[in-house]
């Protein structure tokens, strides 16, 4: 196991109802995101436990283009992965976060 | 007019068990929040899961109160490891102390996880243990089997174990799995690859023709609900209606099952899978191409 921990600068949407959900399934191809409310509202933090080594540069660059994509500052994410390729992460995060619209 | 059916079988746990319950009704024991995971995986360098593949909790069913426990397929296989089997046990205690209407158990599993070996054979025993004590306490417990892994190994006792069995078409129940059996006496023996035949010796329709389900659905969550919503609560027509009251079961339930077997025993040995066994009951040659309703239907006649 590799794990990964990353601390990125985020804006808020104080909209947002930031219960705790989880999305996806850990299986071959695949990953679990749990997200939950963070520390601080200016940063957004991931926590990444992966069965494929040598990925850290790949994960750095999804998890900031995620970070960037969407206003999530305030929350954290925590990663439990099964060698899902960069598109499938990207998916799990964005439904993990679209999780959060809403009532 | 419903709209289009929500597959059972390509669902998530977690998509399940909120299907299956009344609307916003469930909250979750020992939730992925809480981070129990798997003490063995981890010692393996394996990938955890924040629930170790099962969700257990309380919620209601056509407003009857009812304690589900529901088992991920797609992690490890449903296998059941010693953090998973805890769960499971737990939450049918609770069961005993809370007296739920029912305990919803839906099963999809391949049985003991093979990393945590003892650890994982111990927490099946323990199940069915507290399986028993539910039974005991006069409280129904209902397999709802229709996810990719079926029920098997330790899963499987613990699914026959239970006071009724819902199954789909596409659900299967056994004890070691054709892979298994393929491995150890050959391809002579059983052909894993051979899917039709896989599903005429453990599918959902075999098992009910033997008895061994209580009833097929379609694989449709809104169908497992349906038939679920049935046998909720002591007074339900449906268990008395087949002398299933738990309350009343212990004794004449095991002598009625050990007839059952005895005349199991007593088929002909050339019956070697349900297209055989189909046609010398007279149901034909086209009893795959049924739909549930259709073949419940015909077998509920046979059996009258």
Not at chain 1, 56 to 79: C, N, Q, Y
Not at chain 2, 113 to 118: D, I, K, M, T
Not at chain 2, 158 to 186: F, H, M, N, Q, Y
Not at chain 2, 232 to 242: D, H, N, P, T
Request: charged share 20%; aromatic share 4%.
């Amino acid at each position: 196991m590799e794990t990964l921990h990353l601390d990125l600068p985020a804006i808020q949407d104080a909209s947002l109802n930031p219960r705790a959900a989880l999305y996806g399934v850990v299986s071959s191809g695949n990953l679990e995101v749990l997200v939950e409310r963070g520390h601080d509202a200016t940063r957004c933090v991931f926590e990444v436990q992966t069965a494929a080594h040598g990925f850290v540069e790949v994960w750095k660059a999804v998890l900031t283009d995620f970070a960037a994509r969407h206003p999530v500052g305030g929350l954290s994410f925590a990663i439990h992965d099964a060698g899902a390729t960069p598109a499938v992460v990207s998916l799990r995060l964005d439904q993990a976060f679209q999780s959060l619209r809403g009532a | 007019m419903r709209g289009l059916a929500q597959s059972y079988r390509e669902a998530l746990a977690r998509l399940r068990v909120q299907a299956l319950l009344d609307p916003g009704s469930f909250s979750e024991w020992v939730g992925p929040t809480q981070r129990v995971t798997s003490p063995h995986l981890a010692a393996l360098e394996a990938p955890v899961s924040f629930d170790d593949g099962v969700i257990v909790g309380q919620g209601l069913l056509h407003a009857h109160p009812v304690i589900m426990i529901a088992q991920e397929g797609q992690f490890n296989g449903g296998a059941v490891g010693e953090v998973h089997g805890a769960k499971i046990r737990g939450a049918l205690l609770r069961a005993v102390r809370d007296k739920p209407g029912a305990v919803l158990l839906c099963i999809d599993s391949g049985g003991v996880r093979l990393h945590e070996a003892n650890a994982g054979l111990i927490a099946i025993s323990e199940i069915m243990r507290a399986l028993f004590a539910v039974q005991e306490a006069g409280i129904p417990v209902i397999a709802l089997i229709g996810g990719a892994c079926g029920a098997f190994g330790g899963m499987g006792i613990v699914a026959r174990l239970c006071d009724v069995i819902i199954i789909s078409e596409e659900g299967r129940i056994g004890l070691s799995g054709p892979e298994v059996i393929e491995t150890v006496k050959g391809v002579e023996e059983f052909d894993s690859r051979d899917r039709a035949l896989v599903w005429r010796i453990t599918g959902g329709k075999i098992r009910r023709t033997l008895g061994e389900a209580t009833l097929l659905v379609d694989d449709d969550i809104a169908a497992f609900r349906a038939a679920a919503g049935e046998m909720v609560g002591a007074r339900s027509l449906f268990l008395k209606k087949r002398g299933l009251n738990p309350t009343t079961s212990s004794l004449q339930t095991l002598q009625a099952a050990q007839q059952q077997l005895g005349a199991r025993a007593e088929l002909d040995a050339e019956i070697r899978d349900g297209q055989v066994l189909w046609s010398r009951m007279g149901l034909g040659d086209q009893v795959s191409l049924m739909s549930p309703e259709q073949f419940n239907r015909r077998l509920e006649a046979l059996e009258s």
